[in-house]
């Protein structure tokens, strides 16, 4: 069969499954709303919500437009701030969702790395990475990343810990989420070093680099596939809990997580607006990733569908 031939079965496969799912089109539906929504900020939203020169404070509590007491200028409302609820919201998720996929890229390919040279040459270091591994598997992601951002802040200033805050967070989130690469990859590793195809290379005598690279790498992309989609939620999900217990990102640049910590404080006091908009856009978001990753297992794993 030609490799073009292949690709197009394969093309219009995925297109007939994902076409019967309606769990996988309704959540393709979310991703691009929320996920769109946020990369298109700046042009959807009518102010910058990282601007205290754009809000005023005598807009402070304005209900959703649909209230009795809304304005049109606001379709979600404001905060306590002034600040367009709205605007807040879309700013707020494209922080997250630019920490969540540098920080998910940098666990991919840390643990892609890790795996392929554990699965491929085995011996001290594939014993000694698992074993690491296994500890941290024990452990909540939540607690490896406060672990990572407490120690960050008693090393860098606290100047300097503003300023790179961001970059602490992911790299912070990113030491949470190496380990599901790093074994799904290693467990991968496992089974292509056996077939023929690597072991001709091997007595042709190619280089390890580069059997583990071009050869042995894109046979085992499909699964980690799988593994991004998922881990671009919890991504999300340990940034929005990391700025919520008031660790995460500054007050000046609120994401979602800071969005939902401000909204607590007005939860009992008629401001619901306030907690629940930016929660159920973050729920939205995770959720709909989770269900298209699940699509991709389905896919990629014909006994599961």
């Excluded at 309606?22 to 991703?31: D, E």
């Excluded at 996920?35 to 009518?46: F, K, T």
């Excluded at 014993?127 to 008693?154: E, F, N, Y």
């Amino acid at each position: 069969m030609k490799p073009g031939s292949r690709a197009k079965r394969n093309d219009g496969e995925f297109a007939y499954l994902f076409l019967r799912s309606p769990a996988a089109i309704v959540a393709s539906v979310l991703v691009v709303l929320t996920v769109g929504g946020a990369l298109l900020a700046p042009w959807i939203a009518r102010s910058d919500p990282f601007d205290p020169g754009t809000y005023d404070l005598t807009d402070a509590f304005t209900p959703p437009v649909w209230s009795p007491e809304g304005e049109s200028r606001f379709v979600l409302g404001t905060d306590d701030q002034g600040r367009d609820l709205l605007a807040s919201i879309l700013y707020g998720a494209r922080l997250s969702l630019r920490i969540a996929l540098s920080a998910m890229g940098l666990a991919a390919v840390v643990g892609v790395s890790i795996g392929l040279i554990a699965g491929y040459y085995g011996g001290w270091f594939d014993a000694v990475v698992m074993r690491i591994a296994d500890v941290q598997l024990s452990l909540p992601a939540i607690l490896t990343a406060l672990l990572v951002d407490g120690i960050s802040l008693t090393i860098i200033s606290e100047s300097a810990s503003t300023e790179f805050r961001a970059t602490v967070i992911t790299v912070a989130i990113a030491l949470s989420l190496w380990v599901n690469f790093a074994r799904t990859t290693r467990a991968a590793v496992f089974v292509e070093r056996n077939k023929e195809y690597v072991q001709a290379s091997v007595m042709m005598g190619e280089r390890p680099r580069r059997i583990l690279g071009i050869q042995i790498l894109p046979n085992v992309l499909a699964p980690l596939l799988v593994i991004m989609t998922v881990d671009l939620g919890r991504a999300i999900l340990l940034e929005a809990t990391l700025s919520f217990l008031g660790v995460g990102l500054p007050p000046n640049q609120p994401s979602l997580g800071t969005l939902i910590r401000i909204g607590m404080n007005y939860v009992f006091s008629g401001e619901w607006w306030i907690l629940w908009i930016p929660a159920t856009f973050l729920v939205t978001m995770v959720i709909s990733v989770n269900l298209f990753g699940d699509f991709l297992r389905d896919y990629f794993n014909p006994r599961l569908r």
